[in-house]
């Protein structure tokens, strides 16, 4: 009956031998190799620059050639990137492929848990597109938080308007636009006077000149003139963060080439009302352009990257 009930898991064909697991911390690093590659086949690593090349030498003085870890918050990009310079297969694998495995780990640590399922085959590596690509990833995620945060001094600014008893925001479609920030400065530059307020809006406005006037009498308060005055200097502020975002992406965009097969002309956008298709998209150039232009290069690249 004791051989009956043995788990598959601890019979399995050892696949990778030259495999490691490691489990990755914020300040440190555990890692595991097979018991026949060192008498001490767990050890740590601090997370310093130094201590991860230390790392890595350690794991070829091993005879490591494939090494696993779970895809843990941001710390592993610079194990990642450091291994990976150095020749060596990194396995990025995602935490939850790991517990569903089967025989969850007992009395190992979690390093050694990694090094056994890699070596038997039961980790599938997660896809990692090139530098490049990875590159205009972290760009353009760091530029939607600028653009989350500029939105949260919006809705401060709303805030300070409501606390006025000032409907404009609810007038206008959009506060941020050429007439709300003309109608913004005016205000806090000392204008009172509804309709010359009125007069500052763009020519473009649906709502009639009655009702903006009607939403431009308010109870101005110092306090709240205060909050406005500081919400707007925020909303510019990283609002120009954004067009320095859009820079460094379109000089990320120049290293790429251009398609053989690109079309000559942009396709038409498929948005009917053009300004929510623009509303968010780099002002100083176009990226739909770039990226069809690039796309089919960039397609062939990350499918010759691909195991």
């Known amino acids: 009956m004791a051989k009956k009930s043995k788990r598959r898991y601890d019979t399995l064909p050892v696949l990778h031998p030259d495999a490691a697991g490691i ?3 914020a300040s440190e690093l555990y890692v595991a190799v097979s018991a026949d590659r ?17 790392l890595a030498d350690w794991l070829v003085q091993c005879g490591i050639r494939s090494v696993a870890m779970e895809s843990t918050s941001v710390y592993w990009i610079p194990v990642y990137q450091i291994l990976e310079a150095r020749g060596l297969e990194v396995y990025l694998v995602n935490a939850q492929q790991v517990k569903n495995v089967p025989g969850r780990k007992t009395d190992v640590s979690d390093c ?57 925001h609810r007038v206008l479609n959009d506060i941020t636009g050429v007439s709300g920030l003309r109608i913004l400065d005016a205000i806090l530059a ?11 809006c763009h020519g473009g406005v649906k709502s009639s000149e009655d009702v ?3 939403s431009l009498e308010g ?10 005055r500081q919400s707007l200097a925020a909303f510019r502020y990283y609002r120009q963060l954004v067009l320095e975002a859009d820079r460094e992406i379109q000089l990320q965009l120049a290293e790429l080439k251009t398609a053989a097969t690109a079309q000559q002309t ?9 300004h929510y298709a623009r509303h968010y998209e780099p002002r100083t150039f176009d990226l ?11 397609l062939r690249t990350c499918q010759a990257s691909v195991p």
């Open 23 to 25: 489990d990755v911390g």
């Open 38 to 54: 060192d008498p001490q086949p767990v050890r740590s690593f601090p997370t310093f620059t130094r201590d991860l090349h230390a």
């Open 112 to 168: 050694q848990w990694l090094q056994y399922l890699h070596s038997v085959g039961l980790l599938r590596a997660s896809f990692r597109p090139p530098g490049f690509i990875c590159a205009m990833r972290s760009l353009w995620r760091h530029r939607g938080s600028l653009i989350q945060m500029a939105s949260e001094h919006v809705l401060h600014m709303q805030k300070a308007l409501d606390q006025m008893n000032l409907q404009i």
């Open 190 to 200: 000392g204008e009172r006077s509804p309709l010359t307020l009125t007069r500052l």
């Open 212 to 214: 903006i006037a009607k």
């Open 219 to 228: 109870d101005y308060r110092p306090e709240h003139l205060f909050a406005l």
């Open 266 to 274: 942009t396709p038409p956008r498929t948005k009917v009302n053009p």
């Open 288 to 298: 739909r352009g770039e990226l069809i232009e690039s796309s089919e290069s960039t």
